[in-house]
């Protein structure tokens, strides 16, 4: 079966760096997500993202948070200054035709991300 | 808002025996339904889906589901465990029409004993 792959898997960074979390969505895919899972909590909806826009995002998503799809294959989530609270597993998914359209999410395996 | 309720954090079962998983959800409308397992070190992978139509849905693994609307309720099913079984069980909902926005339960973590 096709994978969505995700590195690193695990990612550690200084309170206020920059990080980016890369994802290579499966190919002919045309939907791509950002999911992230605080430990002990639940997975929680971060961002959408269709024809080189996003979609929808949820509160999470604030200012820190940017998406890009830069050279076709990849898609990147940017957290521009990172707090501890954004230590978490960050999930990339994609989609070929949308959750709307009755296609199931394709999961990778997630980065974790420590923030020290 | 939407929510999803999974009530058990932790269930042991052995090998063989058979499977419910509970989860409960709060949507107004018809709600798309969705079983994630998680293994440890791995992604979400989809066990099941339920959109519309029959309500007892069959997936991978040998699980299926049931949705039941007086009862708000979705729950996982497998007539028999095996080992593999073992991993993190979440719920989800997602509003007809969103493009992804997922709302997860907070997980099941099944154990199997031999």
């Known amino acids: 079966e096709p994978e969505v792959t995700q590195t690193p898997s695990h990612q550690v960074t200084q309170m206020g760096q920059e990080v980016i979390l890369r994802c290579v969505p499966i190919s002919n895919h045309l939907y791509f997500y950002w999911y992230r899972q605080i430990l002990g909590q639940k997975v929680e909806f971060l961002v959408s993202f269709y024809n080189n826009e996003i979609s929808e995002k949820s509160e999470i998503f604030d200012d820190q948070f940017s998406v890009e799809r830069p050279d076709g294959s990849n898609f990147t989530l940017k957290i521009r200054s990172t707090k501890l609270e954004d230590s978490a597993m960050y999930f990339c998914?994609?989609?070929?035709?949308?959750?709307?359209?009755?296609?199931?999410?394709?999961f990778g395996s997630g980065t974790q991300l420590s923030v020290l | 808002a939407q929510s999803v309720t999974q009530p058990d954090i932790h269930i042991t079962v052995s090998e063989g025996a058979s499977l419910e998983l509970r989860c409960n959800y709060s949507?107004?409308?018809?709600?798309?339904l969705f079983w994630y397992v998680q293994s440890p070190g791995q992604g979400l992978q989809l066990l099941l889906k339920?959109?519309?139509?029959?309500?007892l849905v069959q997936g991978i693994k040998g699980f299926e589901a049931e949705f039941k609307r007086s009862q708000s309720s979705f729950n996982l099913r497998k007539p028999s465990v095996h080992w593999s079984d073992a991993a993190e069980y979440f719920c989800a909902v997602a509003e007809g029409g969103s493009q992804g926005n997922l709302i997860f339960g907070k997980g099941t973590k099944l154990s199997v004993k031999p």
């Open positions: 949507y107004g409308a018809t709600p798309y």
């Open positions: 339920y959109f519309s139509g029959d309500t």
């Open positions: 998914a994609s989609s070929g035709l949308g959750a709307h359209n009755n296609e199931k999410l394709f």
